[in-house]
């Protein structure tokens, strides 16, 4: 009877008594919704958005979610954010979950929305589990896995002291009489079951999983609810054959996904929604009754430990099969040679270093080109340009494939130039030569031409650490106003998607501040040669110039900053955010530590974000005729060593006396360059010649 009852009183509910327009202001608030550019997760993207939170949406298609993030920043004025989400591979899980952690650092609600219904028996994910159990339920349970650690320390930080997961489960769960794992992968077992109880049981693992959820990490401040959206007008149904479909569509028992959405949302924003922990709510916005099946304690660890099991099993796999570096010398040999490297390895490219003789730009369109069928898209994660022939090449390459654009995340980029006797040897010798740095961690597959020394052809065993091509080259004066026009399009270009950036500008080609908006830059590194220039002139930045989530910023080799960098229409709003500010002076000279100059009493204007301030004073200049020390050197090194005794943020550092002062701009380039990109990235790379 209480299997008729519950489907009765949730096919035909009651009017609900609670509407959106109680959904809270959740400023502040960050979201993400899987299965968002449809059906129900449609809805509450557009209520989460009309209420001012941050809403990224998790979802397969990229299409179909820009178009929906078009129309909702059209009715509503805010914009939600996308990433690439499919739940059926674990692959593109661990993706997604990682560019989340990448982008963001908080998550204050999760709703695992996404799912498929009643799909045939002969479809299974990639990872080859049941369609619908490895979807709805194996993929959820590893997406929240790995973005866990974010809702806890969430939790931990919220004015609530709470983070969420909301569970889209179903009433069907009631056709689950447990959960038989032996129907979860293509077993001849699985061929006495239907359809529908393969729905019904990924259902029920659902609200398994949501409880045990609530009873391990509920003292943390996680709250886990599973639900019932109802049974709605949405394309889930699209498996259903042609007339169940029109059916399902034109009942008068299904409902819009606006009334699907409440449930969720009173779940996922409300104040009561809190004490929902561990329960089970159902139509319209209420608490509602499960299984026996989906109350079982002991079921429930058995779907948490199989879970568990399925994606140990995968990670280990993961890394054990990746290579981390993927390495090729010259373009004419790389098409020859990319048909040796299995097309997934492709999908997963995560950086190029690269020389400057234009050679990176074809590469790439010619791995472009070998992968387009690919099912997964390719992450050009971290991009190292040196040089004016690098730089203008991969600008051809994004003009080429715009699609590129919003993949890149970390970017070096330099103005040097690799001196014309260098151009042509291995790169093996290169290593051998010091000019190209390289840590003795890195492992990697090379390809090369046969016999093609150095590097042809083997395979190095270099561990798992990033790297990349770090060059002290030649002045090329000539190019300097090319040079300047290609890096701040590339950089005008990237922008939008950047989240680190290091800028080596030999002759300030690049200007600082950059005056473009980096919405997504956490981190910047800016190097400008040790020259001389005028005195500094006041700060007059263009409006665009913004970089709200920047953190972490390092300034290297400066001769000067503008009046005003350090005042309120400087550093404060320009970087609201920002906690770390490091300064590296490679010259002393008056612009820099004069009395008059922006540093000389900048630990008393140090914005209130900032947590660190550091100072490298460069090495101590000769004295002038007569005396014993540079008296504007002196001077201001005291008065800062000083300032460090009452202010804790303020730190200064030991001058650094290079081995040869000549050399000085060229070493700590290296050394930079080197810091910079050895904490690039772990994980598929591809190290393009």
């Not at 790389?334 to 950086?351: D, G, K, L």
């Not at 791995?367 to 997964?376: E, G, L, P, R």
């Not at 100059?597 to 630990?603: G, T």
Request: glycine content about 6%; some cysteine.
């Amino acid at each position: 009877m209480g299997k008729l009852r519950q489907y009765i009183c949730e096919t035909f509910p009651a009017k609900p008594d609670w509407s959106a327009d109680s959904v809270p202001d959740l400023t502040g608030r960050v979201m993400a919704v899987t299965g968002a550019n449809s059906g129900v997760g449609k809805e509450v993207t557009k209520v989460l958005l009309q209420r001012n939170a941050t809403v990224y949406m998790l979802c397969r298609n990229k299409e179909s979610t820009e178009a929906v993030i078009k129309e909702f920043k059209e009715l509503t004025g805010k914009e939600a954010r996308f990433i690439h989400l499919d739940l059926a591979d674990l692959k593109s899980v661990k993706e997604c979950a990682e560019e989340f952690l990448r982008t963001e650092k908080q998550l204050d609600v999760l709703f695992a929305n996404g799912g498929i219904m009643m799909t045939p028996m002969d479809r299974f994910t990639a990872q080859g589990y049941d369609a619908q159990f490895g979807t709805n339920v194996l993929g959820h349970y590893y997406l929240a896995k790995l973005l866990l650690p974010l809702l806890l320390s969430t939790a931990k930080s919220s004015p609530d002291k709470h983070a969420r997961i909301i569970h889209t489960s179903s009433m069907m769960h009631w056709e689950a009489d447990s959960v038989h794992f032996e129907t979860l992968t293509d077993t001849p077992q699985r061929k006495k079951y239907s359809k529908e109880f393969l729905y019904g049981q990924s259902k029920v693992g659902n609200i398994l999983l949501s409880n045990q959820l609530a009873k391990r990490y509920g003292a943390e401040g996680l709250v886990s609810v599973a639900l019932h959206p109802g049974q709605l007008k949405t394309n889930l149904a699209h498996d259903l054959p042609g007339i169940a479909q029109k059916l399902w569509q034109y009942s008068p028992h299904t409902y819009p996904p606006s009334y699907g959405a409440l449930t969720l949302l009173r779940a996922g924003t409300t104040p009561e929604g809190l004490e929902w922990n561990g329960k089970y709510a159902t139509v319209w916005a209420r608490l509602g009754v499960t299984s026996p099946v989906a109350q079982d304690v002991q079921l429930q660890e058995k779907v948490w430990d199989w879970c568990e099991e399925q994606v140990k099993k995968f990670e280990e796999n993961w890394t054990a099969r990746r290579p981390n570096w993927i390495a090729m010398e010259g373009s004419e040999v790389v098409f020859q040679n990319i048909r040796r490297i299995p097309a997934e390895i492709w999908t997963h490219i995560f950086s190029f270093a690269c020389t400057d003789d234009g050679r990176t730009g074809r590469s790439l369109a010619l791995v472009s080109k070998y992968i387009h069928n690919t099912s997964a898209p390719v992450r050009y994660q971290s991009i190292s340009l040196v040089g004016y022939d690098e730089i203008t090449a991969f600008l051809a390459f994004l003009e080429a494939n715009p699609h590129v654009v919003r993949r890149v995340k970390d970017l070096y980029i330099s103005s040097a130039d690799l001196l014309d006797t260098k151009r042509n040897q291995s790169l093996m010798d290169w290593i051998q030569r010091g000019i190209v740095m390289v840590p003795p961690e890195i492992m990697g597959i090379t390809v090369g031409a046969p016999g093609h020394p150095g590097m042809g052809g083997t395979i190095l065993d270099f561990g798992e650490a990033f790297s990349s091509i770090n060059v002290a080259a030649a002045r090329a004066q000539q190019y300097r106003e090319d040079k300047s026009k290609a890096m701040m399009k590339l950089l005008k270009l990237l922008a939008p998607s950047l989240e680190r950036l290091s800028v080596h500008s030999e002759h300030g080609e690049v200007p600082f501040p950059l005056p473009y908006t980096f919405p997504r830059l956490v981190e910047l590194d800016v190097h400008h040669a040790p020259i001389l220039l005028p005195p500094p002139a006041d700060l007059a930045l263009p409006p665009e110039t913004f970089y709200p989530a920047l953190e972490r910023l390092h300034i290297s080799g400066v001769a000067h900053l503008p009046h005003g960098f350090f005042g309120p229409k400087g550093i404060p709003k320009i970087a609201p955010r920002l906690t770390h500010l490091r300064l590296s002076l490679a010259q002393c000279n008056p612009f820099t530590m004069g009395a008059d100059s922006e540093l000389a009493d900048a630990p008393e204007r140090l914005p209130a974000t900032v947590q660190c301030f550091i100072v490298e004073p460069p090495p101590a200049p000769p004295a002038p005729a007569g005396m014993d020390h540079h008296p504007i050197y002196r001077t201001q090194l005291e008065a800062w060593r000083k300032a460090a005794e009452h202010d804790s943020r303020f730190h200064v550092l030991e001058p650094h006396v290079p081995a040869s002062k000549h050399r000085r701009g060229e070493k700590e380039c290296l050394r930079r360059e080197a810091e910079w990109l050895d904490r690039g990235a772990a994980g598929l790379g591809c190290w393009l010649d």
